[in-house]
T-cell receptor
Framework: GENVEQHPSTLSVQEGDSAVIKCTYS??????FPWYKQELGKRPQLIID?????GEKKDQRIAVTLNKTAKHFSLHITETQPEDSAVYFC????????????FGKGTKLTVNP | ETGVTQTPRHLVMGMTNKKSLKCEQH?????MYWYKQSAKKPLELMFV???????ENNSVPSRFSPECPNSSHLFLHLHTLQPEDSALYLC????????????FGSGTRLTVV
């Protein structure tokens, strides 16, 4: 089955700096890669996603890149703000069957003012 | 509310108790999921229901028993739990074949004493 590795597990940056979180996946058939943000005590919320026919997607300060050959994808946050502090999860979905998402273990991002 | 409602928000139960967690989605989705979130395994898939049929069970102990009476409701019945079962239990829903992400509920914080 699919296996998703996420790095780093913790990340601390200064306000205004950029943050990058990286994930790798094992199943080359995976075709959908969402990113979730979970603030303390709250539910995970979808912030951006990318499909396998696209190499990059951007939404304001957030961007995701996908390298299908290397089977890795990354989340980029520019001009970080304290409210970006949260745990971020990447995920991958393999088509067919239950189409479940397999999540990485999460990255705790702290943006220091 | 995001359209996925979980009750109760908090639950404390003894190891000999029987309780149930409830999840309801108002999004017209056709797949629902139970995840366990703990410090050791941040987002661990427990059960997947697609079109009200259980399509996946990730080797979850029998003290957890899911029920999906219709596409809008999902239950997790609990009995004779162990202290290590204390965690946040998250429900999610999605629309299969639509290549979209999950919508999560706020979760039930379970403490087993």
């Amino acid at each position: 089955g699919e296996n998703v590795e996420q790095h780093p597990s913790t990340l601390s940056v200064q306000e205004g700096d950029s943050a990058v979180i990286k994930c790798t996946y094992s199943d080359s058939a995976s075709n959908y890669f969402p990113w979730y943000k979970q603030e303390l005590g709250k539910r995970p919320q979808l912030i951006i996603d990318i499909r396998s026919n696209v190499g990059e997607k951007k939404d304001q300060r957030i961007a995701v890149t996908l390298n299908k050959t290397a089977k890795h994808f990354s989340l980029h946050i520019t001009e970080t703000q304290p409210e970006d502090s949260a745990v971020y999860f990447c995920a991958a979905r393999t088509p067919g069957g239950s189409e479940k998402l397999v999540f990485g273990k999460g990255t705790k991002l702290t943006v220091n003012p | 509310e995001t359209g996925v409602t979980q009750t109760p928000r908090h639950l404390v139960m003894g190891m000999t108790n029987k309780k149930s967690l409830k999840c309801e989605q108002h999004l017209g989705h056709n797949a629902m999921y139970w995840y366990k979130q703990s410090a050791k395994k941040p987002l661990e898939l427990m059960f997947v229901y697609s079109l009200e049929e259980r399509v996946e069970n990730n080797s979850v102990p029998s003290r957890f028993s899911p029920e999906c009476p219709n596409s809008s409701h999902l239950f997790l019945h609990l009995h004779t739990l162990q202290p290590e079962d204390s965690a946040l239990y998250l429900c999610a829903s999605s629309q299969e074949m639509a290549r979209g992400g999950y919508t999560f509920g706020s979760g039930t914080r379970l403490t087993v004493v």
